[in-house]
């Protein structure tokens, strides 16, 4: 047997192209996992189109379509769609298409600020508790557990009321109620992931605290953290308009969708539908634009954890 | 008179969004009544979806090809009715899973679930179900089984899981149990307590087995007769004897000899498979172990063989072997480093499909400590190491303090260029015991020392340092790496970290680390998850290399992989040893493993360390029972051998940490145990040069006037 057995010496050339364990290194896998999931799910898509046409609208829209958002109108007031006002006026003599895109403005920036700020302040907030750990943690948590106890619209309404809301100030309100479950969520990612091994391995290297968080942590909380972004946008759209519905948004000549809205109902009964059903629509479409691709980003992470 | 189960033409097909897989192909074999048949192979070859194929238990996208046929007593179950089908499930053939933290629903007791099957099949009351459940836990051997009916989950330990579900599967008296490798999770000693369990259980009800595993020291004591599987289909299929003796499959000869064996030379390195299984969305042409194959030829490539010989010896192989592979079939460690040196760079030989072959024939001596009581002061030190971690809620007043005993003065010496292996069963410590050495954790009471210097006081920079002699690889590749960054990056952070050359430099670096563990220099723009397991595993020992370590401590590094890749990573963790003189601490539950890398081997038992000695010493003359008893389960590929030792080894599990033992921890194990041994705790005795143990009745005798007390540091 031993005369005969070639053994690894004489087992010929080695197979080109074939290197030892090569098997996966040839057939890369998709390179953007999220990217490559998002594309093929049509939710996503649908969403991302969506959000792309109302921002091109809002944002574009009063380049091509120019109308006079700050001087009252009364002559021109209750206009019916047609003419020069392809949905009409409302009862200061604003076009309604006009203000549409104006106000959408708004909301879409105060989203944006709000998602934005909430999430950077949460999730370091919430990765820096979770990897101390022990009292530091207790006591971080615990401080967010005070902020949930207080009801935000009440809050909200008395802050409104008692200061002239601008949109910056709008955003740091909504910020202060809102950056609360990124921090949770975040939070509760990094309790799990601190005790993986890599996170010991860094800590080998002598890799400090702040490296592991900001290395290690944040980039793999990265996926709830994104997909609590994109709710995070809806709610303060939402939010925002809630406040204005109740006339306490953004003053005039500010315009919004929620302000719109009241000023839409008290003409219903008047027959004039287009002050309520435009910004309905669009407030809505915008609302479910956001959820739509948040839940597709929850989908896609959730293959992407199942592939790993 | 039909076979008890008769499978023909097996072949399940899987859609998937890559394409169809074709998971298991032509697989053909019998099952009498009283028989247990062998599945093995390695992960992904198809075993455990045979298994579930059996069963018409699929994943969703999966079929059965036309032509399959599964005939239980001359009954087709193939095309039967799910309805049908549902009533030989968990009734006439049933299964026992691999895991049993998941195949348990943790939220019904004990006794809901061993009944449920009785309840589905049976149509007894619930009262009737209830004492069948009672009846079977009895036979599965867990204790008390009434007390236990009502007991969750959670509430067992892993052995009694295991029982559990063995008597779900039993509750309605299957006539063929699948076991789908039910002993994986378990420690040696529990491994050996559930298969002399499933085979005392098959011989008193007359059952058919099915035991998949990819363990050949399991097969061997466990089988009557083997199928090897590969890649979907049947390689070889014999009786267990003639399997291990005259295999005819070159992957059979291959797989067998790169398991690592506690007689094996040290020296030699373990015989490997190189490469992986092949995709088996698109399977080659040829054979399917051709790539692998180191007699394969161009016929091999075209042609695919088919399964043929005589009715006891099928075969599926052009160029079949006879017998087992020589030992010195994979080399020495001494070539290996010798051939890197003269033979153009360990990573151009590592890279060409037989990583381990040497390049260069020659004999060098080994730049190795051999004698581990040399003279010299240690490298790393141990002394009266302690770490104890209260459990929760025991700091609020009214409640006893009490606090789980993970490491207690446990003292040994590393020196320079030797590994210390250290043992023992899950719960034992030895993990604690390693965060410890590194400084990942830091003990309540003793020191670890490097080098002189007490590594608990450094702080700050100093610390960081220090961190470059010390590294460590870890058990579960998977978790180990972070899965966001490319590889790398993952090699540069230490670098970084430690602010090590310029970025160039790093580079250069990361480059030649990936080549010192033969990984291919375009993996370092993948990530993680784009490489297979052991690939995974050799990253994270490129990392712990990046610093020039003095010290690698190693937890678990092979417990995670394949057995042919465990033999790739193990000699690569030799070859690098070699080349760089570096010290290792290896921490497993594999006797095994412990042994081919060890110099000395330290054996643990609920947070002390019982034994200590050289790997040889230990092997050959174990003074604890503990030792003996660990030392007889590990499973042996050899029939022969296997089946002399059945219903050997350790009885019982671990006990609770938190409340250990009086005196002698092992006591409550240990056959030789005696009214001294819960009085009075043993102390280390001298049991030759360099061997220690700690038991009042050892099983050799120990040295005349040992030093024991002093040296343990005991009062």
Same mark, same amino acid.
């Given at each position: 047997?031993?005369?005969a057995d070639p053994g690894p010496v004489a087992a010929g050339p080695p197979v080109p192209g074939r290197p030892a364990e090569a098997g996966p290194l040839t057939a890369p896998a998709a ?6 999931? +998002?594309?093929?799910? *049509?939710?996503? +898509? ?22 006079? %958002? ?116 975040? *939070? ?14 860094? *800590? ?88 739509? +691709? ?9 293959? *992407?954890? %199942?592939r790993? | ?6 499978v023909r033409n097996l072949t399940t097909h899987i859609r998937t969004g890559r394409g169809t897989v074709r998971a298991v192909q032509d697989v053909s074999f ?9 599945l093995v192979g390695e992960s992904g070859c198809g075993k455990s979806m045979t298994g579930l194929s059996l069963?018409?238990?699929l994943p969703p996208g999966g079929t059965l090809v036309e032509g399959s046929s599964v ?7 193939v ?124 011989? #008193? ?7 998949i595993?990819h ?11 083997v199928n090897v599987m590969y890649a979907g289909r049947i390689a070889e299929s014999t009786?267990?004897?003639?399997l291990?003796?005259?295999m005819r499959h070159p992957y059979t000869q291959r797989l067998l000899a790169s ?12 015989p490997t498979i190189p490469g992986l299984p092949p995709d088996l969305a698109d399977p080659p042409t040829g054979c399917r172990f051709a790539d692998r194959c180191p007699y394969a030829t161009a016929r091999c490539r075209a042609e695919e063989p088919q399964l043929d010989g005589t009715a006891?010896h099928r075969f599926a192989c052009w160029h079949p072997v006879d017998?087992?592979a020589?030992?010195?079939i ?20 590592a890279t060409t499909g037989l990583a381990e072959g ?20 240690? /490298?790393?030190?141990?002394?009266? /190491? ?66 002189? &210097? ?11 340092? #220090? ?18 960054? #490319? ?14 050359? &310029? ?15 033969g990984l291919p220099?375009r993996g370092?723009?993948l990530?993680?998850?784009e490489f297979s397991g052991g690939q ?26 394949d057995v042919s890749v465990?033999a790739q ?129 050892? /099983? ?16």
């Amino acid at each position: 047997m031993t005369a005969a057995d070639p053994g690894p010496v004489a087992a010929g050339p080695p197979v080109p192209g074939r290197p030892a364990e090569a098997g996966p290194l040839t057939a890369p896998a998709a390179r953007r996992p999220w990217a490559a999931a +998002l594309a093929g799910n *049509r939710r996503a +898509l649908a969403g991302l189109v969506l959000i792309a046409l109302i921002a091109l609208f809002c944002f574009a829209g009063p380049l091509l379509y120019r109308t006079d %958002q700050v001087t009252v109108h009364l002559d021109l007031a209750q206009l019916p769609p047609g003419g020069g006002h392809p949905l009409g006026t409302d009862a200061n003599g604003y076009d309604v298409l006009g203000r549409l895109m104006a106000g959408g403005r708004s909301s879409l920036e105060l989203g944006l600020a709000v998602a934005v700020a909430t999430t950077v302040f949460g999730t370091l907030y919430g990765a820096f508790a979770g990897y101390l750990g022990g009292i530091a943690d207790a006591l971080m948590m615990r401080a967010v557990d005070t902020f949930l106890a207080v009801p935000g619209l009440v809050l909200l309404l008395i802050m409104v009321s008692m200061f002239t809301p601008t949109l910056p100030g709008i955003v740091l309100l909504l910020s202060l109620l809102s950056w609360l479950s990124p921090a949770r969520l975040v *939070r509760g990612e990094v309790l799990t992931l601190r005790t993986r091994e890599f996170v010991q391995a860094a *800590r080998m290297m002598g890799g400090t605290g702040p490296r592991v968080v900001l290395r290690h942590l944040v980039p793999n909380a990265a996926g709830v953290v994104i997909v609590s972004a994109t709710f995070t946008v809806a709610d303060s759209i939402l939010m925002l308009s809630t406040l204005s519905f109740l006339g306490l948004g953004l003053p005039p000549p500010h315009a919004d969708w929620g302000t719109m809205l009241t000023g839409g109902l008290d003409f219903l009964y008047d027959g004039s539908w287009w002050l309520v059903y435009p910004p309905a629509v669009i407030l809505i479409a915008t609302v479910v634009a956001f959820n739509l +691709l948040g839940d597709a980003l929850h989908d896609a992470l959730d293959v *992407r954890l %199942q592939r790993t | 008179m039909p076979p008890l189960l008769d499978v023909r033409n097996l072949t399940t097909h899987i859609r998937t969004g890559r394409g169809t897989v074709r998971a298991v192909q032509d697989v053909s074999f019998t099952l009498e009544a009283g028989e247990t048949l062998g599945l093995v192979g390695e992960s992904g070859c198809g075993k455990s979806m045979t298994g579930l194929s059996l069963l018409g238990l699929l994943p969703p996208g999966g079929t059965l090809v036309e032509g399959s046929s599964v005939r239980l007593d001359g009954r087709e179950l193939v095309g039967l009715p799910d309805r049908e089908l549902r009533t030989v499930r968990g009734n006439d053939i049933a299964m026992v899973f691999q895991d049993p933290m998941t195949s348990l629903d943790p939220t019904k007791t004990i006794g809901h679930q061993v009944a449920e099957p009785v309840l589905l099949h049976r149509g007894v009351s619930r009262a009737a179900a209830r004492e069948r459940a009672v009846e079977v836990l009895g036979l599965v051997g867990l204790p008390q089984p009434r007390r236990r009916l009502s007991d969750y989950p959670h509430q067992l330990s892993g052995g009694q899981r295991q029982r559990a579900l063995i008597a779900m599967a039993l509750a309605n008296e299957p006539r063929v149990l699948i076991a789908d490798e039910p002993t994986t999770a378990l420690d040696v000693t529990i491994q050996a307590q559930i298969l002399a369990l499933l085979a005392d259980l098959r011989a #008193r009800l007359g059952m058919a087995m099915i035991l998949i595993t990819h363990d050949m020291g399991v097969t061997a004591g466990n089988t009557d007769r083997v199928n090897v599987m590969y890649a979907g289909r049947i390689a070889e299929s014999t009786g267990t004897d003639r399997l291990f003796s005259r295999m005819r499959h070159p992957y059979t000869q291959r797989l067998l000899a790169s398991v690592p064996r506690l007689t094996q030379d040290p020296a030699l390195l373990l015989p490997t498979i190189p490469g992986l299984p092949p995709d088996l969305a698109d399977p080659p042409t040829g054979c399917r172990f051709a790539d692998r194959c180191p007699y394969a030829t161009a016929r091999c490539r075209a042609e695919e063989p088919q399964l043929d010989g005589t009715a006891e010896h099928r075969f599926a192989c052009w160029h079949p072997v006879d017998g087992p592979a020589p030992a010195e079939i994979g080399g020495k460690v001494a070539d290996a480093v010798a051939g890197a040196a003269t033979g153009g760079g360990e990573g151009a030989a590592a890279t060409t499909g037989l990583a381990e072959g040497p390049a260069a024939a020659g004999t060098v001596v080994r730049p190795r400590a051999p004698e581990p009581a040399a003279a010299a002061a240690p /490298l790393l030190e141990a002394r009266g /190491l302690v770490r104890e971690y209260p459990l929760r809620g025991s700091w609020l007043p009214g409640r006893d303090r009490r606090v789980v005993h993970a490491v207690s003065d446990v003292s040994f010496t590393l020196a320079r260029g030797e590994t210390f292996g250290l043992v023992g069963e899950s719960g034992c410590g030895k993990t604690t015991l390693g965060r410890l050495l590194v400084g990942l954790d830091r003990p309540d009471a003793g020191a670890v020392t490097l080098e002189g &210097t007490d590594i608990g006081t450094l702080r700050g920079g100093e610390l960081r340092r #220090r961190r470059r002699d010390l590294q460590m690889v870890f058990q579960d590749p998977f978790s180990s790496l972070d899965p966001r960054m #490319r590889v790398s990056a993952v090699l540069r952070e230490p670098l970084r970290i430690q602010g090590i050359g &310029t970025a160039r430099e790093q580079r250069a670096r990361v480059a030649e680390l990936m080549a010192e563990v033969g990984l291919p220099e375009r993996g370092l723009d993948l990530f993680p998850h784009e490489f297979s397991g052991g690939q995974r595993q050799r990253v994270g020992l490129a990392r712990a290399l990046a610093l020039t370590p003095k010290v690698i401590v190693a937890d678990e590094p092979v417990s995670a992989l394949d057995v042919s890749v465990r033999a790739q990573v193990l000699n690569l963790m030799k070859r690098l040893q070699a080349a760089h003189g570096l010290s290792y601490v290896v921490i497993s539950h594999d006797l095994a493993v412990v042994r081919h890398l060890a110099d000395r081997i330290g054996v643990m038992y609920l947070g002390r360390l019982v034994e200590v000695g050289t790997a040889a010493e230990v092997h050959r003359r174990p003074a604890h029972p503990y030792t003996a008893g660990l030392l007889a389960a590990v499973p042996v590929p050899d029939p022969a051998q296997e089946r002399a030792k059945r219903g050997a080894g350790i009885g019982g599990e671990l006990p609770d940490p938190a409340a250990p033992p009086s005196g002698c921890r092992f006591r409550t194990r240990c056959p030789l145990a005696q009214e001294r041994c819960a009085r009075e705790e043993p102390a280390l005795r001298s049991f030759g040069p360099g061997h220690t143990a700690a038991c009042h009745f050892p /099983l050799v005798a120990p040295a005349a006037d040992s030093p024991s007390d002093v040296a343990a540091g005991r009062p």
